[in-house]
């Protein structure tokens, strides 16, 4: 049964017309003869959205009971025996009531899409998850209904539905989105221009990066290498001398003059045996590249314009930028260079050749010979041919020459034959001209007779110091060319450990550079099942092995699916697709593997980190907790004790107005260690998640009563404003009391004499707010996350606040009742305590809804 296919609608904020739009695709369909079902759509009281579900099928939604209340959710089971063509699912990042089968409704889609039914939904870009700690800087609330971006980026298609954010404020103004009592309250926090212009941002970034892996995709399958100038992509040469600071700005300044251009700075570490690049100097322009927006790459190539050229139709670049050859004038007339190369090669990438300083003074330092190259080899046997005959021609002119002097002279060629050609070119021009020499130059002439000994031990040394100097220069070749490519790979290897360092997550960032270094299709590290290990027969089985990381256009999963195979140990393995690999390049890639091995490691050890976390966070607590039960339980206690010692006194005779007032010290004293004692149950029960929580619908003006009067006395001067149609907050009943008690108690303790402190309240976007303002002397803004630390009490140590609990379990309780506590300053000087609970009518506490 073929998949069905993900069409996703992406807005940047509520409101745009997401659904709406997917409604729009369905009614075309559906008058097209499609069988179109809604799976589940929510309007929010829209009336242009609610007309536009007309007459398509909807689905009879499933109702569910969570404590004590009905909610709807779509009926998966029903959708799929109905079995539509395409089944309408609003609200992808939705969480579904506990109870149901998925935990999300993503995952109701893709079982959906498992069973061949094509889905229309929508999203939008604060639920996406990689941007979701963005939207929170943006907008000041967090998303906990998200959806992971994979799941968006494998939909077939994705549209985006845009809005200016000028426009979508109108609708908001105009009623077309919430209830009219709420708009106010939207206009000035969520639906602030800044706010929706900075989440259309998000969404435009997000879908071009979507559209550019679908033609990357696109190009790959179609096998085209040419240019497409889609979007602007500026790459930068490097060869690690000092010019390379110059190129990069300048590069930069060329990419900042496009919008949203890429910056891409690569090095080609040579092969071939050219030095000249300093490791330290490439290092510091990595950083500089990496802290003007841009990314570094770097590729192994002998001929350099065409690695630097491979590179940039691989990442499809429309500009290279290259420094001004440093090569004198006189060099420059024997090759022309990598840049007037690179140029005459370049086709539709514009080539920018950049002066500096640098530019035609020599290199630092002297290129290292070369290895001997085919082309070389050939040069050299036709001196061998072509010279030693020239040779014995030139010498048949001179007179007067002695069959020394001769000899010498035919040893200087043979030495520039191996020179040039090495080894086999050599013994060739050294054998022919011993030859030349016995038939030219030694009596008896023109016969291969040798008459005076001398003469032929003259022969015999010149044809072993020719065959000895060519050894030596092929020897010193082959030594070149082994140096040359071990340094490529330190420099490589050295690249490698740099970015898997510097990288937040390094097992894909090491695989990406072995892909891109060898210029592989697919890279991924795999991973044997624990029951198949030793076991030979169960490994050839496809379900043996489990992907733990990979790269690259369908990436290998079993290593028998790959080009090379690399094993790092018994259960782990790389495997490369794309292209076979030669025996020498196996070595670096079995460094690859090692430091892959390492960063999985290391990963893993994070993990583990991060479970190990909780658990000493809670050590810390208990130990915070003993000490802080140690010292502060002793007030109270020895209060209560005095109290009652000298009530059961006999000594002393009390009137009725001393026994009172020890009976009331005794009461607060008790009531003061039972509130301290509740608290630090709470906070543990917190701390080990065990807290039980029954949430109901609970009224403000019900609860904020209750609060002051467990306050006693000195709450009676607390000023309350809550509107008599405030919607009642989704919480449990206890807890808010306490949250409230403590939280009214902090902004008592602080407020001034004749400057009580004010309880306010209002309602919006499915929140109910509860603003505790005092005039006190406030919190410092870098210090508010502080006073929500338990056991903090900003230095104040007079023995009668507590132990630091209040703030720290109220924002825990809040929490946990789906929640939330922010400070804020009160104009004119002062604490703000904002207390949000989700109001009852709403069946998600999420922001704003769609």
């Known amino acids: 049964m073929a998949r069905g296919e993900l069409r996703i609608y992406l807005g940047a904020a509520p409101g745009v017309g997401k659904t709406y739009a997917v409604l729009e695709e369905a009614q075309r369909r559906a008058a097209r003869g499609t069988d179109v079902v809604i799976g ?181 399958q179609q096998g085209i290498a040419a240019t497409w100038e889609a979007r602007e992509r500026v790459v930068v040469a490097l060869t690690g001398g000092p010019e390379g600071e110059t190129l990069i700005r300048r590069a930069a300044r060329v990419a900042a003059r496009s919008k949203g251009a890429d910056l891409l700075a690569v090095h080609v570490a040579r092969s071939d045996g050219l030095a000249g690049a300093d490791p330290a100097q490439l290092a510091r322009q990595r950083v500089l590249v990496e802290s003007l927006g841009g990314t570094y790459h770097q590729v192994l190539g002998t001929d350099v314009p065409a690695a630097l050229l491979d590179f940039a139709q691989g990442v499809n670049a429309t500009q290279l930028v290259l420094g001004a050859s440093r090569r004198g004038r006189f060099a420059q007339l024997f090759a022309r260079g990598v840049g007037v190369t690179t140029t005459a090669l370049s086709g539709s990438i514009d080539v920018h050749l950049v002066t500096h300083k640098q530019a035609g003074k020599g290199r630092r330092a002297a290129a290292v010979p070369a290895a001997l190259s085919r082309r070389r080899r050939l040069l050299g046997f036709a001196l061998a041919v072509l010279g030693v005959p020239l040779l014995t021609l030139l010498l048949k002119t001179l007179p007067d020459l002695t069959i020394t002097n001769d000899i010498l002279l035919f040893l ?25 020499l016995n038939w030219f130059f030694t009596p008896p002439y023109r016969t291969l007779t040798i008459a005076q000994a001398d003469n032929l031990l003259a022969l015999a040394v010149f044809v072993g110091v020719a065959l000895a100097v060519s050894w030596v220069v092929d020897v010193a070749a082959r030594r070149t060319r082994e140096a040359a490519r071990a340094a490529a790979d330190a420099q490589t290897l050295a690249a490698v450990a740099g970015g898997v360092l510097r990288g937040e997550r390094p097992l894909p960032a090491l695989l990406e550079q072995l ?55 018994d ?9 076979r690999l030669e025996a020498a390049d196996r070595r670096i890639v079995e460094a690859f593997a090692a430091q892959a091995a390492v960063a999985l490691r290391q990963e893993r050890l994070a993990e583990e980190a991060a479970t190990a976390r909780p658990l000493a966070a809670a050590d810390r607590m208990r130990t915070a907790l003993l000490a802080a039960v140690s010292h502060d339980l002793r007030t109270p206690l020895a209060s209560a004790k005095a109290a009652v010692t000298s009530l059961r006194s006999h000594d002393i005779e009390f009137d009725e107005h001393d026994r009172e007032e020890l009976l009331e010290t005794a009461e607060e004293s008790l009531d003061r260690l039972a509130r301290l004692v509740a608290n630090l149950l709470d906070m543990s029960r917190l701390q080990a998640g065990v807290l039980g929580i029954t949430e109901t619908a609970i009224g403000l003006e019900d609860a904020v009563p209750l609060a002051l009067d467990e306050l006693g006395p000195a709450a009676a001067t607390v000023g309350t404003d809550i509107p008599a149609d405030l919607p009642a907050a989704t919480a449990d ?97 002062g604490l703000t305590m904002v207390l949000r609970l989700p109001a009852a009518a709403q069946t998600s506490s999420e922001g704003p809804q769609e």
């Open 571 to 579: 259960r782990i393995t790389v495997v490369l697709c794309g292209r």
């Open 40 to 220: 589940f759509v929510e309007t929010h009281g829209r009336q242009h959205t609610a007309a536009m579900l007309g007459d398509i099928e909807q689905v009879p939604r499933r109702t569910m009971d969570y404590r004590g209340a009905e909610f709807t959710e779509m009926d998966l089971d029903a959708v799929l025996a109905r079995r539509p063509e395409v089944a309408v699912v609003d609200e992808l990042a939705h969480s579904n009531v506990p109870g149901s089968r998925h935990d999300k409704r993503w995952q109701d889609v893709q079982e959906l899409l498992d069973a061949g039914i094509d889905v229309l939904s929508t999203v939008n870009v604060q639920h996406l998850e990689s941007v979701n700690d963005v939207v929170a800087q943006i907008t000041g609330t967090t998303q906990r209904e998200t959806v992971p971006d994979e799941i968006v980026r494998a939909a077939e298609q994705v549209e985006l539905v845009d809005m200016t954010p000028e426009a979508l404020r109108r609708r908001m103004a105009h009623g077309n989105i919430y209830r009219p009592d709420k708009i106010d309250a939207a206009l000035g926090n969520y639906f602030r221009v800044g706010n929706l212009t900075a989440l259309r941002e998000l969404a435009l970034l997000w879908l071009a990066d979507k559209v550019d892996e679908q033609l990357d995709r696109y190009r790959s």
């Open 733 to 829: 009943p206890g807890l808010l009391e306490r949250v409230l008690v403590n939280i009214i108690a902090n902004a008592l303790r602080y407020s001034p004499p004749g400057q009580p402190p004010t309880i306010t309240a209002s309602a919006h976007a499915g929140q109910v707010e509860l603003r505790v303002i005092d005039r006190g002397p406030g919190i410092p803004e870098e210090q508010w996350e502080h006073v929500f630390l338990p056991f903090q009490r900003l230095g104040d140590r007079d023995n009668q606040t507590g132990v630091g609990l209040g703030l720290a379990l109220s924002r825990g309780l809040a929490e946990a009742m789906g929640g939330s506590i922010t400070p804020e300053t009160t104009p004119g000087g």
């Open 412 to 436: 200087a060629g043979v030495v520039g034959v191996a020179l040039v050609g090495g080894v086999w070119p050599a013994l060739v021009a050294a054998l022919g001209g011993s030859l030349l």
């Open 515 to 569: 892909r891109e270094t060898f210029g592989l299709r697919a890279v991924s590290v795999l991973e044997l099942a624990e029951d198949a290990s030793g076991r030979p027969e169960r490994a050839r089985e496809e379900h043996a092995w489990g992907v733990v990381a990979s790269v690259g256009d369908q990436p290998p999963c079993t290593p028998e699916s790959g080009e090379t195979a690399v094993p790092v140990d």
